[in-house]
């Protein structure tokens, strides 16, 4: 089992993710896309039948999917980015936007942080919420499921931003933004590199929960499989006044607030 190098947590730190190259097996990959064809009205060998640009699917329990996502380095790499004992093991594996090969743009590539916690209306997901001490979402995770080119949709990830965000919700206290008053904010913000979550099946992104990342059309040949689910934590994260120190997912928020 490999330890996250000190150069790696750095980077997750400074730049908002890590990638980690074989944190499953391409078995457990490919037993995760049988299930997932089945749920999906389309044949993988006739391209005639791929229709829609994206299919959404959500949270699977079965076997393939706990398994992606509970392998020893992952979990290693959890503590150490999250702390031991502070993160709660995923039990399922979702959501999949399964994308197509397709000339038509669906219409969903903006740029966005994933929201964290519910607000009045938990069943409108655009009303959850996200604030300054990332309360409940411990990271966002991209399990790539099948090979990830950059022309097979690969997602989009704003180098840094993690921390302009942690910057935006400071102003707004412990209720936070809904996703939808972050994702009108991100407009405001300078211009970042931009990286291509491109990896072979297997690969994992570990990424700061306030990560502005987007989506693309598939300009390649072959259906993108990519789940991406949250960590949640265990115990509630601080910012401020902890007598234990920071992990690196409270560090960075604290470095982007004293910038």
């Not at 960590?231 to 607030?257: C, D, H, M, N, W």
């Amino acid at each position: 089992m490999q330890d996250l190098t000190k150069d790696q947590i750095e980077q997750f730190i400074r730049d908002g993710f890590v990638r980690i190259d074989h944190a499953f097996s391409s078995e457990i990959a490919r037993a995760v896309r049988t299930i997932l064809w089945r749920e999906i009205d389309a044949d993988p060998a006739n391209p005639a039948t791929w229709t829609q640009p994206v299919v959404r699917l959500g949270m699977y329990s079965q076997e393939p999917f706990v398994q992606a996502a509970n392998t020893d380095v992952l979990h290693r790499a959890f503590d150490q980015l999250v702390g031991p004992g502070r993160w709660l093991p995923c039990r399922s594996m979702g959501t999949f936007p399964v994308r197509f090969p397709s000339e038509e743009d669906p219409g969903d590539g903006g740029w966005h942080v994933d929201a964290s916690f519910p607000g009045d209306d938990p069943a409108n997901y655009f009303a959850w919420r996200v604030n300054v001490r990332s309360k409940a979402r411990a990271l966002l995770l991209l399990f790539l499921f099948s090979d990830v080119g950059e022309h097979d949709a690969p997602t989009r990830i704003r180098v840094g931003s993690h921390r302009d965000v942690a910057r935006l919700l400071k102003p707004a206290g412990e209720p936070g933004l809904s996703f939808l008053e972050l994702a009108q904010k991100l407009a405001e913000l300078s211009e970042r590199s931009e990286q291509l979550a491109t990896g072979a099946a297997g690969t994992v992104y570990l990424c700061h929960p306030f990560l502005v990342h987007a989506a693309q059309p598939h300009h390649g040949t072959e259906p993108r499989f990519l789940a991406q689910p949250p960590l949640l934590f265990k115990e509630e994260p601080a910012i401020e006044g902890s007598t234990g120190g920071y992990s690196p997912v409270e560090e960075a928020i604290r470095q982007a607030l004293e910038e």
